[in-house]
C-alpha cells in the first residue's frame, strides 16, 4: 500500500501541476503605466503630531513639473505571490517605499502574482523633486489599474502616502503631485484629508539645476531643523495665499532656505549666478538643487548665467504640470 499510496501522490501531483500550468497559462498578462509629476517646493510646515497618518503631513508651496516618474506594472498569474522593483532599467531591492506599496496592496488581490514595477525617473532622486512620492503614487494608480482593484483613484493615492509617511522620505509630496499644478497645501494629510489651492502661474517655465542629493528622513528628525522649518513656513504659506503670485512665491522661497541653512557652498554659486542675471532662484526642499519660475526673457538670462558656474551640474529645463498624477495610455 505504501507504494501505491506514493505512485498516486506523484500522479497526482503531476495532475495538479498539468492542471495549474494550463489554468495559469489561460490567464492574460496584466499590464499599466501611469505617471506622477516631479514637485519642488519652496517653503513648508512640518505637521506630523497627529496618532492618524492620513492626518500626517505638511502645508507648504511649490509647483509640480512635466518631468517626473513614469511607472509600468506587469503582473503575470503565478503559483506564488513574488514582486521585483527595477529603476531605470536597474533592479532596486532598497526602493522601500515602493516595496512599502506593494506590501500594502498585494494584500488586496484573490490570487497570486508575480509581479514586475518598473520606474523611469525623469528626475534626480533624492534631490528635491519629489521622486520617492512620484514613484510610490505612479506605483499605486498603476497598480490598481492593472489588477483591476477598482479603487477610486483618491483611494489608491492614499495609500502612497501611507508608505511615504511611514518611511520618512516625504510629507505633503504625494497630495501635491496628485493635484498638480501651482499652489499651496493649505491643510496638511494624504488625499482626501489634506487641502490644496491652486494658483495661475500664466505659463512660466521651471529652471533647475541639480547637484546632488539631502536625505529628507535625516533633516525630519533634526530637532533644531524642524524647529526653524516651522518657526516662519506656516506663516509663509498664509502669505502666499493672501498674495500667489509667482515672484512673491520665489521671494519666500529664497527667505525661507537662507533661513534653514542648508545652502551649499557649491549652491551658493548657482544663487549668486542667477541674483547677478537678475532672476529670483532658490533652493527646492530637500535637495542640494536650485530652481527658477521664469518666462522667457528671464529663462535665456538664468541659463547664460549658469554656464559661467563651472560645476558638474544637471541642468533641467521643465514646464508646470497643470494635470497631475495619471494612469497612461
Given at each position: 500500500?505504501?507504494?501505491?499510496?506514493?505512485?498516486?501522490?506523484?500522479?497526482?501531483?503531476?495532475?495538479?501541476?498539468?492542471?495549474?500550468?494550463?489554468?495559469?497559462?489561460?490567464?492574460?498578462?496584466?499590464?499599466?503605466?501611469?505617471?506622477?509629476?516631479?514637485?519642488?517646493?519652496?517653503?513648508?510646515?512640518?505637521?506630523?503630531?497627529?496618532?492618524?497618518?492620513?492626518?500626517?503631513?505638511?502645508?507648504?508651496?511649490?509647483?509640480?513639473?512635466?518631468?517626473?516618474?513614469?511607472?509600468?506594472?506587469?503582473?503575470?498569474?503565478?503559483?506564488?505571490?513574488?514582486?521585483?522593483?527595477?529603476?531605470?532599467?536597474?533592479?532596486?531591492?532598497?526602493?522601500?517605499?515602493?516595496?512599502?506599496?506593494?506590501?500594502?496592496?498585494?494584500?488586496?488581490?484573490?490570487?497570486?502574482?508575480?509581479?514586475?514595477?518598473?520606474?523611469?525617473?525623469?528626475?534626480?532622486?533624492?534631490?528635491?523633486?519629489?521622486?520617492?512620492?512620484?514613484?510610490?503614487?505612479?506605483?499605486?494608480?498603476?497598480?490598481?489599474?492593472?489588477?483591476?482593484?477598482?479603487?477610486?483613484?483618491?483611494?489608491?493615492?492614499?495609500?502612497?502616502?501611507?508608505?511615504?509617511?511611514?518611511?520618512?522620505?516625504?510629507?505633503?509630496?504625494?497630495?501635491?503631485?496628485?493635484?498638480?499644478?501651482?499652489?499651496?497645501?493649505?491643510?496638511?494629510?494624504?488625499?482626501?484629508?489634506?487641502?490644496?489651492?491652486?494658483?495661475?502661474?500664466?505659463?512660466?517655465?521651471?529652471?533647475?539645476?541639480?547637484?546632488?542629493?539631502?536625505?529628507?528622513?535625516?533633516?525630519?528628525?533634526?530637532?533644531?531643523?524642524?524647529?526653524?522649518?516651522?518657526?516662519?513656513?506656516?506663516?509663509?504659506?498664509?502669505?502666499?495665499?493672501?498674495?500667489?503670485?509667482?515672484?512673491?512665491?520665489?521671494?519666500?522661497?529664497?527667505?525661507?532656505?537662507?533661513?534653514?541653512?542648508?545652502?551649499?557652498?557649491?549652491?551658493?554659486?548657482?544663487?549668486?549666478?542667477?541674483?547677478?542675471?537678475?532672476?529670483?532662484?532658490?533652493?527646492?526642499?530637500?535637495?542640494?538643487?536650485?530652481?527658477?519660475?521664469?518666462?522667457?526673457?528671464?529663462?535665456?538670462?538664468?541659463?547664460?548665467?549658469?554656464?559661467?558656474?563651472?560645476?558638474?551640474?544637471?541642468?533641467?529645463?521643465?514646464?508646470?504640470?497643470?494635470?497631475?498624477a495619471r494612469i497612461l495610455p
Open positions: 500500500m505504501t507504494g501505491d499510496a506514493a505512485i498516486f501522490r506523484e500522479m497526482s501531483q503531476l495532475y495538479l501541476n498539468s492542471w495549474s500550468a494550463q489554468f495559469l497559462g489561460g490567464l492574460k498578462v496584466l499590464e499599466a503605466y501611469a505617471f506622477a509629476p516631479g514637485h519642488l517646493t519652496g517653503f513648508f510646515e512640518i505637521c506630523d503630531e497627529s496618532e492618524d497618518p492620513l492626518r500626517r503631513g505638511a502645508r507648504g508651496s511649490g509647483c509640480s513639473i512635466n518631468l517626473g516618474i513614469r511607472t509600468r506594472v506587469v503582473a503575470e498569474p503565478a503559483e506564488e505571490a513574488s514582486f521585483r522593483v527595477r529603476i531605470n532599467g536597474r533592479e532596486a531591492p532598497d526602493a522601500l517605499v515602493s516595496m512599502n506599496v506593494l506590501r500594502r496592496m498585494i494584500p488586496l488581490l484573490d490570487r497570486p502574482y508575480s509581479i514586475l514595477v518598473e520606474h523611469e525617473a525623469q528626475v534626480p532622486i533624492g534631490a528635491g523633486f519629489g521622486a520617492s512620492g512620484g514613484g510610490a503614487l505612479s506605483l499605486a494608480l498603476a497598480f490598481n489599474e492593472a489588477l483591476g482593484l477598482g479603487l477610486p483613484p483618491l483611494e489608491a493615492a492614499r495609500i502612497a502616502h501611507l508608505a511615504e509617511i511611514e518611511c520618512r522620505t516625504g510629507l505633503g509630496t504625494v497630495l501635491a503631485e496628485l493635484v498638480g499644478g501651482f499652489g499651496a497645501i493649505v491643510k496638511p494629510g494624504g488625499p482626501g484629508v489634506g487641502e490644496v489651492v491652486k494658483f495661475h502661474h500664466g505659463g512660466l517655465s521651471v529652471v533647475c539645476y541639480h547637484l546632488g542629493p539631502i536625505q529628507t528622513r535625516e533633516v525630519l528628525r533634526d530637532p533644531s531643523l524642524r524647529a526653524r522649518v516651522n518657526e516662519i513656513g506656516g506663516r509663509f504659506v498664509d502669505e502666499i495665499v493672501r498674495d500667489p503670485s509667482p515672484a512673491r512665491f520665489m521671494r519666500l522661497s529664497r527667505r525661507f532656505a537662507e533661513h534653514l541653512g542648508l545652502i551649499t557652498p557649491r549652491l551658493r554659486r548657482i544663487l549668486d549666478l542667477a541674483d547677478g542675471a537678475g532672476v529670483a532662484c532658490s533652493m527646492s526642499m530637500l535637495g542640494e538643487t536650485a530652481f527658477a519660475l521664469v518666462d522667457e526673457d528671464e529663462e535665456r538670462r538664468l541659463v547664460g548665467a549658469l554656464g559661467q558656474a563651472g560645476l558638474e551640474g544637471e541642468l533641467l529645463m521643465a514646464e508646470i504640470d497643470d494635470g497631475g
